[in-house]
């Protein structure tokens, strides 16, 4: 009897085992994608697809003004913008060197806004690309926004605005702006 007692003791505490998953071998998450919140993507990417379509990162951690509150005040906005930079050579003489800059774009950011009658967030996310040409010698600066629209706003409709500068090497943020979206009678009626 306590030998058919050790065996299924045994036997269940290896089934109890053989059943968790193995954090080890798990791709799971990564912790410098703490603040991408996958549920709310629009490509519904895992953090190891997210980090290998977008390798490079920008923090988000700045104010924007919200021009649906009549107190005309400044929002928190938070998140990361995650983007890839590749260049790719055009044809070239040796007097005019040409090439393009391709860039994908993966937006994850929150504004915290005051708005008594709404406690959530308004939320951006999306994706998007762009190409940006740089012609004969010019080893400048080129500059391009982008449109998002904004989730979950209180007082109306509005996107986000960000401009970017590229440069051979790398991209920054200039200006983020939200900008109102301002819709026709006939637009409401179909709410």
Do not use: W
Not at 19 to 37: A, V, W
Not at 54 to 81: C, M, S, W
Not at 154 to 179: E, P, Q, R, W
């Amino acid at each position: 009897m306590k030998t058919l007692f050790f065996v299924l003791q045994t036997f269940l505490l290896v089934l109890f085992l053989g059943c968790q998953e193995n954090s080890i071998t798990d791709p799971g998450t990564f912790d410098d994608n703490s603040l991408i919140q996958n549920s709310q993507s629009e490509g519904n990417f895992s953090s190891k697809d997210l980090i290998s379509n977008y390798p490079r990162l920008i923090v988000v951690e700045n104010q924007v003004f919200d021009p649906t509150h009549p107190a005309n005040i400044l929002e928190p906005i938070k998140g990361v913008i995650r983007y890839d930079h590749k260049i790719v050579p055009l044809y070239s003489t040796p007097g005019n060197n040409q090439y393009r800059i391709q860039i994908k774009l993966y937006v994850d950011l929150m504004i915290d806004a005051n708005c008594p009658g709404n406690h959530g967030c308004m939320k951006v996310s999306g994706t998007s690309t762009q190409t940006v040409d740089f012609l004969g010698n010019a080893e400048g600066v080129m500059s391009f926004s982008k449109v998002f629209s904004v989730r979950n706003t209180c007082c109306g409709a509005m996107n986000l605005v960000i401009k970017f500068y590229v440069d051979k090497d790398d991209l920054h943020t200039a200006s983020l702006n939200l900008s109102e979206i301002f819709r026709t009678r006939s637009d409401n009626d179909n709410f």
